[in-house]
């Protein structure tokens, strides 16, 4: 039997009005890939955070090769040789690949020669803060490091110019390099591509195979059971079980999770579209530099229908959503939504015709991170009644709606007057899907709108969604899942390089011919 | 910063300076009018720089600043009055007691660098109104000291300013101050010349050393800065310090190398300008030394402008009123602020105190 290289023993965290951790136990082996699943708030990131030293334990210890360790800062656990990479990366956008990675483990000019001299010792240790930054070495390990594992990698590049597939990498090198012999991966998958994914796995298979032990936290139950040799689930704050991949699949899973039964493909009537809610023609967005992104884009929405786009993620489709929604300016084209035109219209105009929009990117254009759940829920209709009389916010009603809403939604919070950046990533992702699923609009624009979310959550707002359905609302759906896309879409529009290829009745669509349009090849014209 | 703000401002400063050879060069010589320009603008500059190293050290690291111009005043008085101290009291002579109220006016603005830490990194304060205590607190010490010291009767200077020591001697930079006509621009006083390496020294800090890359971090993203173990806490407080430090400094320069003497306000709104010229100078150090030599060239044009005044045309009259031309480095500011000239990016956290 292999060694156990880490063991959490009856670890506890409480946070006010929640216990995120109860006497949880959990042990890593020597080369496996172990997987932590549970719902949106179980306390996977918490207790994550405590192995990595960001929170301590009320109560607990943990063992690192059999001894009892003592990590209260990330120092330690990287002294440990504990890497993580978290949930929301932690890279500065601003910074080069190499200066995000040596960061905190600089290498300076003189440290390869002997011990520095008698001004730079001592009480004088200081004066070496002043040395020169090796960027050098610092390159070369790092060129080093992505050969030897496959990443690959621009060390100079500027990280905030780089696919969230590519600034993962960083952050897998950026463990490496620090010689972490146990890597956490706090839901690594929830941004990548299909094929980003692929080369993550790969990756950690290389990574094991050296000795590198693995945390791979996620929500997806098809990567568990490819990868894992190890399945632990929590729910509540509590293990529940620990099962291996060969004795188990999704539905087992999915109720180990949830603690019932969760069904996994969605279920719907036919859709019964009437006349057109959003008329997108000719649409032409350039990017922030400036190089056409979308290339003359046309399509509808008609009420009572989903429609889903299809595509690999960098083909225009955040541009395309973010001009349909008022965050960018359009070039050239016109967007008609229910019956007025909206084109190059600012978000207030656009809200106002009736639209309800699920952003990509949650903690920059969904929430605002600092506001209690309450301000968050009113965000957009602050001034309109139930949440203002006048000129005065009725808190009673924002509370009220709120407190519904959690409910409702399943939101896990102590109150509703939490402030957003503590909930955990899919409990914030919740509150947006709930803030714009319970406003009445004419048109929701879903882009990603289950992205971290348990397989629980994804099941209720899946039917949320077919629920706005067949009230009448045109709902465009984007989603770099192809599950999701084949299962709740109506009809699916197909975009590669910024234009439409084609659009296709769900019924006749599958896996397979999507994909080979997603990478360019040409549909036969029909 | 980018060669649109650097040839912005070198176009501003070619304009002060081309004003007054116009109207000056039948007088003198265009050579010699534009070097002593040079000469004053680099001088007058000085406490602009020091106060806009000080914003940049704070506000890289996170902490924003607006408490120099308080420092800066301070850093004036303290000087000042150690110096006084050092050659009245204790009979030190004139070298020993301008150094030791130097380092005294550092100190002073260390000491509120210290102050505005505690507020904004321990206590979480706001730090627009951290800033903002500061700014009237030294007001308050230095009006209140300076009344008790020198001005009641039975104060320890009894009622009567004591012989100041005078202010720092020039000194002739070896070979660059021997040459011909330009040589004028190198003979300069030790603040002058302190703050231009300081310039430097901080850019090589900033960019080239691993004190630098974390400060940048903390002020990006202390977040991060924090998982890969650096203490966000120790590093803020480093910075805000080594801040106040700059600020003292640049607040000796008006009472140890301008003028021997101090008078309540006497920074007169510098403080404030120095982080205009920080934020035109995009957090950058060398980027905010030219800023501050923009506003440094607007006063050596009023200064210069005041030799010439019977040769301004009569069309230009609105240029002998001293108070017109003394508005512009205000005026220079505000244009500066509203952006026009490319957009300022500062530091993601700046301001934001961090939470775990
Ligand atoms: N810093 C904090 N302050 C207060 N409460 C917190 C904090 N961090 C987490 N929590 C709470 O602890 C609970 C567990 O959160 P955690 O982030 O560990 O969940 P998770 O299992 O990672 O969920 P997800 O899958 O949504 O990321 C949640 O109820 C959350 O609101
Ligand atoms: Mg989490």
Not at chain 1, 156 to 161: E, L, P, R, T, Y
């Given at each position: 039997m292999t060694a156990t290289v880490l063991q959490a023993k009856g670890i506890t965290k409480e946070f006010p009005g929640v216990l995120a951790n109860d006497h949880v136990d959990f042990d890593l082996r020597e080369g496996e890939i172990h997987a932590l699943l549970g719902e949106n708030g179980a306390g996977k990131s918490t207790l994550m955070n405590i192995i990595y030293g960001l929170y301590n334990q009320d109560e607990g210890e943990i063992i690192i090769n059999g001894q009892p360790s003592n990590i209260t800062t990330p120092n330690d656990a990287i002294e440990y040789g504990i890497g993580m990479v978290h949930q929301h990366f932690m890279l500065i956008p601003v910074f080069r690949v190499t200066e995000n990675i040596m960061l905190g483990a600089e290498t300076l000019h003189r440290d390869k020669n002997r011990t520095p001299p008698f001004w730079k010792r001592g009480i004088f240790e200081w004066v070496r803060q002043l040395d020169f930054l090796e960027r050098r070495a610092v390159t070369k390990k790092v060129s080093e490091l992505s050969h030897q594992y496959g990443l690959?990698?621009?060390?100079?590049?500027?990280?905030?110019?780089?696919p969230v597939g590519v600034q993962q990498r960083v952050e897998i090198i950026k463990a490496l390099y620090r010689n972490a012999k146990i890597l956490i991966l706090d839901e690594p998958s929830a941004v990548l591509t299909p094929q980003e994914v692929e080369d993550l796995f790969r990756i950690m298979r290389e990574l094991t195979s050296r000795g590198v032990s693995i945390i791979f936290i996620t929500h997806k139950l098809k990567e568990v059971l490819a990868v894992a040799d190890r399945i632990t689930v929590m729910r509540a704050g509590k293990v529940v079980d620990t099962v291996i991949p060969e004795e188990s699949n999704e539905q087992k899973l999915a109720s180990l999770m949830v603690g019932r039964d969760v069904l996994l493909k969605v279920d719907k009537k036919t859709a019964h579209p009437k006349g057109d809610v959003l008329t997108v023609s000719d649409l032409r967005v350039v990017d922030h530099r400036k190089l056409d992104v979308v290339r003359g884009v046309s399509f509808n929405v008609r009420r009572g229908e989903i429609l889903g786009i299809a595509g690999v993620q960098g083909n225009g489709q955040t541009e395309l959503i973010e001009a349909l929604t008022g965050l960018r300016p359009t070039r050239s084209g016109k967007v008609i939504l229910a019956g007025k035109d909206v084109t190059g219209k600012p978000p207030r105009v656009v809200t106002e015709a009736g639209l309800g929009h699920i952003p990509e990117d949650r903690q920059r254009h969904g929430l605002v991170l600092s506001y209690p759940i309450t301000d968050n829920i009113m965000l957009c209709t602050y001034y309109l009644p139930p949440f203002a009389k006048g000129f005065t916010i009725q808190q009673k009603a924002v509370d009220e709606v709120t407190r519904q809403l959690i409910k409702a939604f399943d939101v896990r919070t102590p109150s509703p007057f939490v402030i957003t950046s503590k909930l955990s990533g899919g409990n914030q992702q919740k509150v947006i899907v709930a803030r714009e699923l319970s406003r009445p609009v004419n048109l929701l624009i879903a882009n990603q709108p289950t992205r971290g979310l348990d397989v629980g959550s994804i099941e209720y707002i899946h039917k949320e969604i077919i629920a706005m359905r067949d009230r009448g609302v045109g709902v465009l759906l984007v989603s770099a899942e192809l599950d999701e896309i084949l299962s709740l879409s109506d009809r699916i529009a197909v975009i590669y390089r910024g234009e439409i290829v084609t659009t296709v009745d769900a019924k006749d669509a599958t896996r397979e011919q999507l994909g080979l349009w997603m990478a360019g090849a040409k549909p036969e014209s029909a | 910063m980018d060669w649109r703000r650097f040839s912005f401002i070198a176009l501003i400063i070619a304009t002060l300076f081309g004003i007054v050879v116009s109207i000056g060069h039948e007088q003198t010589s265009p050579a010699i009018i534009i070097t002593s320009m040079l000469a004053t603008t680099i001088a007058v500059a000085t406490p602009l720089t020091l106060g806009a190293l000080s914003g940049v050290y704070c506000e890289r690291a996170g902490v924003v600043n607006i408490g120099i111009e308080g420092m800066m005043l301070s850093g004036a008085f303290f000087g000042w009055l150690a110096a006084i101290y050092m050659n009245s009291v204790f009979n030190f002579s004139t070298m020993p007691s301008l150094l030791i109220g130097v380092l005294a006016a550092m100190l002073a603005g260390g000491a509120f660098g210290w102050l505005h830490a505690l507020l904004s990194v321990t206590f979480k304060v706001d730090q627009i109104i951290g800033g903002t205590v500061i700014n009237m607190l030294a007001i308050g010490i230095t009006g209140f000291l300076n009344r008790q010291l020198f001005?009641?009767?039975?104060s320890i200077f009894g009622g009567q300013v004591p012989h100041a020591p005078g202010v720092l001697p020039r000194i002739q930079l070896p070979i660059l101050a021997d040459i011909p006509v330009v040589g004028r621009v190198f003979d300069q006083q030790p603040i002058a010349i302190t703050a231009i390496l300081l310039v430097f020294l901080t850019h090589y800090i900033l960019f080239f050393t691993r004190w630098g890359l974390r400060t940048r971090a903390v002020g990006e993203h202390p977040r991060a800065a924090d998982t890969v173990g650096i203490n966000v806490r120790k590093v803020r407080y480093a910075n805000v310090i080594i801040g106040g430090l700059m600020a003292g400094l640049g607040g000796a320069y008006f009472t140890l190398e301008s003028v021997p003497s101090f008078e309540p306000l006497m920074t007169n709104g510098r403080g404030f300008i120095a982080l205009a010229a920080m934020i035109f100078g995009n957090w950058t150090p060398i980027g905010s030394w030219a800023a501050a030599l923009i506003f440094g060239a607007a006063q050596a044009m009023q200064i210069n402008l005041q030799f010439f005044r019977e040769m301004i045309p009569a069309q230009w009259a609105f240029l002998q009123q001293s108070y017109i031309v003394g508005l512009a480095p205000y005026i220079l500011t505000m244009i500066i602020l509203t952006g026009i000239i490319g957009k300022n990016v500062p530091p993601a956290a700046d301001g934001l105190p961090y939470e775990k």
């Open positions: 690959d990698i621009d060390p100079d590049a500027i990280v905030g110019d780089l | 001005f009641e009767k039975g």
